[in-house]
C-alpha cells in the first residue's frame, strides 16, 4: 500500500483511491475509473431537481386550486458516465419519475452505471441502460433530458490538470476545437426526442456561453436560461423548444 507522499507524488485522485463519492445522497463507485463527478454538478443537479420537483408535484387548476399531478415522467440521462445524474434523479423524485435511460458511447461507463444502480438500489423497473452515440440509438420521448456532455476545448487543454489528464477518461473531456462538438450535436437533433413541453438541462464551460446561446437561436429553440453555479460562473442551462 503505497504511503501518502507516494500518493501525492502520483497525482491519483482520491475519488478513485477511495473508489466512490457522494453525490446528492447517493452513493457513487468509480471502480471502473470513469469520469469523478464534479461539486459544480451536484451544485445545479440540485437546483435542476428542485425545479422539477416545483413542476411536477403541484399544478394549478382554472380556479387557482393546486391539486397534485400525477403524470408520471421519462427521463434522459445522456452522456451519463458514472450515472450519477440519472440516479440522484430517481432518488429524489421517485414518486413521479416513471423511467430514467441511461446513454454512454462507453462499455465502462455502461458498466459502471449498472453498479451504481444496484448500490443505490433502483428498481429495475425504473431504468433501462444502453449504448448510444448521443440519440443514435434511442427510441422514444423524453418530458427531461438531463446532458453533462464533454465540453474541454482543445485550445484549453493545458488548463486541465495534470492529474485529470493523466487518470481520467479524455472521452469524457475533449470536445473538438471550441469543445462545442457534442453539445451541438445534441441541440440539433434533441427535439425530436422531447415530449411536449419538455426540457433539457445542459452543463457547459462558462466560457461558452455566448456561442451556446447563438447555436440555441440557431436550431430555433423558443425559450432559454443560463445559471451560475456555486462559484459564480454560468455552468447550466434550462432549455425548451
Same mark, same amino acid.
Given at each position: 500500500?503505497?504511503?501518502?507522499? =507516494?500518493?501525492?507524488?502520483?497525482?491519483?485522485?482520491?475519488?478513485? $483511491?477511495?473508489?466512490?463519492?457522494?453525490?446528492? *445522497?447517493?452513493?457513487?463507485?468509480?471502480?471502473?475509473?470513469? @469520469?469523478?463527478?464534479?461539486?459544480?454538478? =451536484? @451544485?445545479?443537479?440540485?437546483?435542476?431537481?428542485?425545479?422539477?420537483?416545483?413542476?411536477?408535484?403541484?399544478?394549478?387548476?382554472?380556479?387557482?386550486?393546486?391539486?397534485?399531478?400525477?403524470?408520471? #415522467?421519462?427521463? !434522459?440521462?445522456?452522456?451519463?458516465?458514472?450515472?450519477?445524474?440519472?440516479?440522484?434523479?430517481?432518488?429524489?423524485?421517485?414518486? @413521479?419519475? %416513471?423511467?430514467?435511460?441511461?446513454?454512454?458511447?462507453? =462499455?465502462?461507463? #455502461?458498466?459502471? &452505471?449498472? &453498479?451504481? #444502480?444496484?448500490?443505490?438500489?433502483?428498481?429495475?423497473?425504473?431504468?433501462?441502460?444502453?449504448?448510444?452515440?448521443? @440519440?443514435?440509438?434511442?427510441?422514444?420521448?423524453?418530458?427531461?433530458?438531463?446532458?453533462?456532455?464533454?465540453?474541454?476545448?482543445?485550445?484549453? !487543454?493545458? =488548463?486541465?490538470?495534470?492529474?485529470? $489528464?493523466?487518470?481520467?477518461?479524455?472521452?469524457? !473531456? #475533449?470536445? *473538438?476545437?471550441?469543445? $462545442?462538438?457534442?453539445?451541438?450535436?445534441?441541440?440539433?437533433?434533441?427535439?425530436?426526442? $422531447?415530449?411536449?413541453?419538455?426540457?433539457?438541462?445542459?452543463?457547459?464551460?462558462?466560457?461558452?456561453?455566448?456561442? &451556446?446561446?447563438? &447555436? !440555441?437561436?440557431?436550431?430555433?429553440?423558443?425559450?432559454?436560461?443560463?445559471?451560475?453555479?456555486?462559484? *459564480?460562473?454560468? %455552468?447550466?442551462?434550462?432549455?425548451?423548444?
Amino acid at each position: 500500500m503505497p504511503n501518502r507522499e =507516494e500518493i501525492i507524488k502520483t497525482q491519483i485522485p482520491w475519488e478513485y $483511491l477511495d473508489g466512490f463519492v457522494d453525490f446528492l *445522497g447517493c452513493k457513487i463507485d468509480l471502480s471502473e475509473k470513469t @469520469f469523478i463527478p464534479r461539486p459544480e454538478t =451536484e @451544485f445545479w443537479i440540485e437546483k435542476a431537481i428542485r425545479q422539477l420537483k416545483t413542476q411536477n408535484t403541484k399544478i394549478k387548476t382554472k380556479n387557482k386550486k393546486l391539486k397534485t399531478n400525477n403524470r408520471q #415522467l421519462t427521463i !434522459l440521462d445522456a452522456f451519463a458516465g458514472s450515472g450519477c445524474i440519472g440516479i440522484a434523479v430517481l432518488k429524489n423524485c421517485s414518486k @413521479f419519475c %416513471r423511467r430514467v435511460d441511461f446513454t454512454d458511447v462507453s =462499455e465502462k461507463s #455502461l458498466k459502471q &452505471i449498472k &453498479i451504481n #444502480l444496484g448500490k443505490n438500489r433502483i428498481s429495475k423497473r425504473k431504468y433501462r441502460v444502453f449504448k448510444s452515440d448521443i @440519440f443514435k440509438n434511442v427510441r422514444g420521448s423524453y418530458d427531461y433530458i438531463f446532458a453533462n456532455p464533454p465540453y474541454v476545448a482543445k485550445n484549453r !487543454l493545458k =488548463e486541465v490538470s495534470k492529474s485529470v $489528464l493523466k487518470y481520467e477518461p479524455r472521452q469524457a !473531456l #475533449l470536445a *473538438g476545437i471550441n469543445g $462545442l462538438f457534442y453539445i451541438e450535436k445534441l441541440l440539433i437533433t434533441a427535439k425530436k426526442f $422531447l415530449k411536449e413541453n419538455g426540457i433539457i438541462y445542459l452543463e457547459f464551460d462558462p466560457l461558452q456561453k455566448g456561442k &451556446i446561446k447563438r &447555436i !440555441l437561436k440557431k436550431y430555433q429553440y423558443s425559450k432559454f436560461n443560463f445559471y451560475k453555479d456555486q462559484f *459564480g460562473k454560468y %455552468r447550466w442551462a434550462k432549455i425548451t423548444p
